[in-house]
């Protein structure tokens, strides 16, 4: 039997299963068959997109080709792994600017990893938010790895530029501002002005500094009674007292915190 006429839940479903065992060079042939075989493989194949400094330029490419772009339009996962910010910052300008088709309009999860705007002037800073705003307006769940902001005001007006973001993930995150930030012995040492976006409705910070200053930073705000889920992972030795009474008073006002196991809990 020709494999056009095979069921069509038959040959979706073998795709599936070679997607979900990460078979991407057996999906490229898959999508060599026939269109229908190469509808649903390129789906597959593009629904879950890296982007590193191996192949940031090939993507450009890949945009600027009209025949080629559209399969980008099925992109739900998008990972940014490129360890120059000046590299980011030319990539993400150029797709806003020269593709007035969006390749990343549908992506809902982001995870940005190596990120340090503190390496550009502010103009351009300014220019990589606006630029992943216009291209990533669907982003619903944002992970931050590796990431450098100069304080947490930097770190949220960054992320503040995406209206339907619900989930932010902090993985050693650094704050520049707050080098003394292992010397936490009172809940006063650090004053914030902070204001958190109404959508946030979940926080995951994992390891380093960003566990103490996001703490810190809820404190200064009105959080309760908002639906917030907090979740702590690999909280460092230094830091736990502070956290531990951080957490109390989290709790009092009726926010859920949640501390992994894998932080020594």
Known sequence: ?????????????????LSAQGDSKALGVCSLVCMRWSRRSEFLLYSDVRISDSNWQRFLELFASTSSAGILFCTKRLTLDIT?????????????????????SFVEHVSLRNLDLTELPLEEQRQVQGALAQTMKNISALE???????????CVRFTSV?????????VDVRFLKYYFHHHFSSMGRLKFVF???ASWK???????????ILLCALLATDVADTG?????LNIEDG???????????LKSRGIEVLVSKDSGD
Not at 144 to 154: K, P
């Open 195 to 197: 204001s958190m976006p």
């Open 162 to 170: 995406f209206p339907r973001l619900a989930s932010l993930g902090l």
């Open 84 to 104: 120059s910010t000046r590299q980011l910052h030319t990539l993400v300008t150029t797709i806003a600017s020269k593709f007035p088709v969006k390749p990343f």
């Open 239 to 249: 830091h736990r007292l502070y956290v531990e009474e951080c957490i109390a008073i």
């Open 202 to 212: 979940a926080f995951k910070v994992d390891g380093g500094e960003a566990v103490p």
């Open 1 to 17: 039997m020709p494999p056009s006429r095979l069921p069509i839940e038959l040959w979706e479903r073998v795709m599936d299963d």
């Open 228 to 232: 917030l889920e907090l979740e702590l």
């Open 144 to 154: 931050l790895n590796n990431a450098t902001f100069h304080d947490i005001h930097h």
